[in-house]
């Protein structure tokens, strides 16, 4: 196959219409990333033997929510402030003022290619949400290692510099640190999975 022929078929497949049932996941992703503001993306938890219930943080895509009615961050930056970690604070997650925005957007372009039906705007719509995926994972991996490399010299409690976690379990002295994706994290997984759905029902319609 040359590349003028290559070219024509992958042209021809981004002009292919989307039918109903590719329109309909579009829409249910739609939704599901709506519901993605309620619901934590994130949620770190602690557990160490003075804190046997634990301290928890949900980390939402526009606030950080902490357990025991927002006293765990204060534990928390308490504990961190003898091992020379900064304190957490929400005005520090940049991602969190560009998040919301982003993925009000991607509601948008969900319902602009459910309406006008073709297979372009998915395809452009399924990389631009794929690599916003992994640039926040990304973000999220670099926020957890500062945190946990630029440490204070003059700290009371020396410890060798570590990144927390971003999945799985991990333990810091005495605590044991979980990090796990929450249902706002299934809920935008979800709507990738829409995305390839949408694309593979129509992808044999014609123009």
Known sequence: MNSSSFLKREFQFLARPLNLTSRIFLLIGALLLALSFFFPLWQIHLI???????????IYAH????GNGGNDLREINSLNHY??????????????????????????????AAAFGMMRYVIDLFATFTYFGLFSLASFYYRMYSYGHHLDPKAPVKIQPFTPVVIGEQQIANFTQSSWPHISAFLLAGFAVCLLLAIWFSRKETL
Not at 63 to 66: M, S
Not at 85 to 109: H, S, T, V
């Open 63 to 66: 606030r950080i929510e902490a």
């Open 48 to 58: 160490a033997p003075q804190y046997q219930e634990g301290l928890n943080l949900d």
């Open 83 to 112: 091992i020379g970690m900064k304190p957490i604070q929400e005005e520090d997650f940049m991602e969190m003022k560009w998040m919301p925005f982003a993925l009000g957007l991607f509601i948008l372009f969900a319902l602009r």
